[in-house]
């Protein structure tokens, strides 16, 4: 009588992989910047101009006498089509024939293209300020008296964002002149963990509007849930840029009171969280173009036996209202 048993080493009555079909794919976070941007035409060229004039000035006035003309101020903006993007990729026709699983990841290549593309325009958006307002290590483009680019916090020992400095960011829009309605802040991850553990807001006693926190957490997916600060609709986005990755990286850039330096960025990592009004339109912080959106383009090569997909992109961001910016580099702290 014979049988069978699993102790053979290379049983072939037993499949020693199985292979799914389902594909694992990479998960992605929401891109949340390109609607606080104003995009403009701009037809051709490369450059375009956009010409701005000072406010006019009243003057005391005594009967009989000549009234006082000034000119008025004026100014220009420009703004360039800076970036040319490309995502590409190419499968054969053999690997087509070969693979069980190539034929859906091809039909795939157009979205990824894509994908890939409007993640470089987001992280361009949310650079654009300081590349803008950071003229030096220490510049905090000062407006009336309001500081609009500092180091978050106040502890010289962690320099981390607190409610105070989203207090201040109103203030200094505020003074500014600008429009204290829309107002958005955008804070990378370690920032909300910061401020979802403070104890004046986890302590339902000291502040019960905040009531949830523990149970909820303070964000889905990007945006807090139905609660901001200070006036302030909050989003977390991982996609801010690294302070040390900056032309003017922020060392030794003040407290928003003026007083000691924050840290030296170049050792310790941090990032910038970024206040503003969204506005629409004319009053957005933002300004930009599409010379040529995202566009696909598939081709099959007969010599090569290939088949080509690739995704090209032309545009360009700047910020265009810098008073309208406010900067808090904060340090990557979750201790």
């Known amino acids: 009588m014979s049988g069978t048993a699993t102790t053979a080493a290379n049983d072939l009555l037993i499949r020693q992989e199985i292979w799914e079909d389902q594909i694992k794919e990479t998960l992605k976070d929401e891109l949340v910047a390109m ?40 100014g220009e903006f420009q703004f360039s089509i800076t970036e040319y993007k490309s995502a590409g990729t190419y499968v054969t ?29 987001e992280a361009k958006i949310w650079k654009d ?59 990378p991850p370690e920032a909300e963990f910061k401020l979802a553990t403070l104890s004046n807001l986890v302590t339902l006693d000291s502040n019960p509007s905040w009531s949830g926190i ?11 849930i139905n609660r901001n600060v200070f006036g302030f609709s909050v989003y977390v986005s991982d996609r801010l840029p690294d302070s040390d990755s900056l032309a003017f990286v922020p060392n030794a850039l003040p407290h928003r009171d003026g007083s000691t330096a924050g840290p030296n960025f170049n050792s310790v990592a941090g990032k910038p ?8 339109g004319i009053e957005s912080p933002w300004i930009g173009a599409f010379r040529q959106m995202p566009e696909l383009e598939m081709e099959y090569d007969m010599k090569r036996q290939t088949f080509y997909s690739a995704t090209t992109a032309r545009y360009g961001t700047k910020l265009y209202r ?7 580099h904060t ?3 979750v201790s």
Request: net charge negative.
């Open 322 to 328: 810098p008073e309208n910016m406010v900067i808090a």
């Open 93 to 121: 026709k053999k690997k087509l024939q070969d693979s069980f699983y190539m034929e859906r990841i091809k039909a795939t290549f157009p979205q990824r293209q894509e994908r890939a593309i409007m993640e470089q325009i």
């Open 273 to 280: 969280c970024l206040f503003f009004n969204s506005g629409g």
């Open 331 to 333: 340090r990557l702290v």
């Open 35 to 74: 609607p606080f941007v104003d995009w403009i035409d701009f037809p051709d060229g490369e450059t375009k101009t956009i010409p701005s004039v000072g406010d006019m000035l009243a003057d005391d006035y005594t009967e009989d006498t000549d009234i006082q003309f000034r000119p008025m101020d004026t």
């Open 214 to 224: 523990v149970e909820t957490g303070l964000s889905t997916g990007t945006r807090w």
């Open 129 to 187: 300020p300081e590349d803008v307002i950071g003229t030096s290590a220490t510049e905090t483009m000062t407006i009336n008296g309001a500081l609009h680019r500092f180091s978050a916090g106040l502890d010289d020992a962690n320099d981390v964002i607190d409610l105070a400095d989203f207090a201040y960011a109103k203030m200094a829009l505020q003074k500014a002149n600008v429009p204290l309605t829309n107002l958005i802040a955008i804070i």
